[in-house]
């Protein structure tokens, strides 16, 4: 069970995640996640200067809460391709599971413009970096792996982005668990498996 958020900033980031549930990113008003959070207006314009601010905020929120369940999904001692699949696994588990959370993050931050796509992108270089640094990692423990640079671990993780975004879009959010096997094999082609 999650603990109550204890901040103003964290309810509110909270409180827009339930109202996502229940409605159309574009048909929340700021009376709504405010009466969710259970805090003033001026509450929220302490930490948000609009909702789409709010929004971008609970996608880095969200980026965040993927990783830890990546990194809890797999041991250290899991040879490259198990941890492919855990990973991925945990990775399209944890969108599968939060289906208007990840419509909201995925199409709405696309329709905010530079805004959103800067936000896009901050996510993408947390994957890439962190997809970069177990290939580091696996080859200075032996394993017979092609490093990665940057570059086409940004390509890797915006195609199975692009992936996901297609189900989404075709309102396929059920059956994301059924990309895992594409994007194993697109994470292993790049390091030459």
Same mark, same amino acid.
């Given at each position: 069970?999650?603990?109550?958020?204890?901040? =103003?900033?964290? #309810?509110?980031?909270?409180?827009?995640?339930?109202?996502? +549930?229940? +409605?159309? &990113?574009?048909?929340?008003?700021?009376?709504?996640?405010?009466?969710?959070?259970?805090?003033?207006?001026?509450?929220? &314009?302490?930490?948000?200067?609009?909702?789409?601010?709010? /929004?971008?905020?609970?996608?880095?929120?969200?980026?965040?809460?993927?990783?830890?369940? @990546?990194?809890?999904?797999?041991?250290?001692?899991?040879?490259?391709?198990?941890?492919?699949?855990?990973?991925? =696994?945990?990775?399209?588990?944890?969108?599968?599971?939060?289906?208007?959370?990840?419509?909201?993050?995925?199409?709405?931050?696309?329709?905010?413009? =530079?805004?959103?796509?800067?936000?896009? #992108?901050?996510?993408?270089?947390?994957?890439?970096?962190? /997809?970069?640094?177990?290939?580091?990692?696996?080859?200075?423990?032996?394993?017979?792996?092609?490093?990665?640079?940057?570059?086409?671990?940004?390509?890797? @993780?915006?195609?199975?982005?692009?992936?996901?975004? &297609?189900?989404?879009?075709?309102?396929?959010?059920?059956?994301?668990?059924?990309?895992?096997?594409?994007?194993? +094999?697109?994470?292993?082609?790049?390091?030459? /498996?």
């Amino acid at each position: 069970m999650n603990k109550p958020a204890t901040d =103003h900033k964290e #309810r509110l980031l909270n409180a827009l995640t339930a109202c996502l +549930k229940n +409605k159309l &990113y574009r048909d929340i008003t700021l009376a709504d996640i405010t009466r969710a959070a259970q805090v003033s207006r001026r509450s929220f &314009y302490q930490h948000f200067e609009n909702k789409d601010a709010c /929004l971008l905020a609970l996608s880095s929120d969200t980026s965040l809460k993927i990783m830890a369940c @990546i990194m809890s999904a797999y041991s250290p001692a899991d040879d490259w391709p198990s941890l492919t699949a855990k990973v991925t =696994h945990a990775y399209l588990s944890f969108i599968q599971e939060h289906p208007a959370l990840m419509n909201a993050l995925y199409l709405e931050t696309a329709a905010m413009g =530079h805004k959103g796509l800067a936000a896009r #992108r901050k996510v993408a270089e947390l994957f890439a970096q962190f /997809l970069c640094q177990q290939v580091s990692v696996r080859i200075n423990v032996g394993e017979k792996i092609q490093a990665i640079d940057h570059a086409s671990a940004i390509a890797v @993780i915006a195609g199975i982005n692009e992936l996901i975004l &297609y189900e989404l879009m075709d309102g396929n959010s059920a059956s994301l668990i059924q990309l895992s096997d594409t994007a194993e +094999k697109l994470i292993n082609r790049m390091v030459g /498996l």
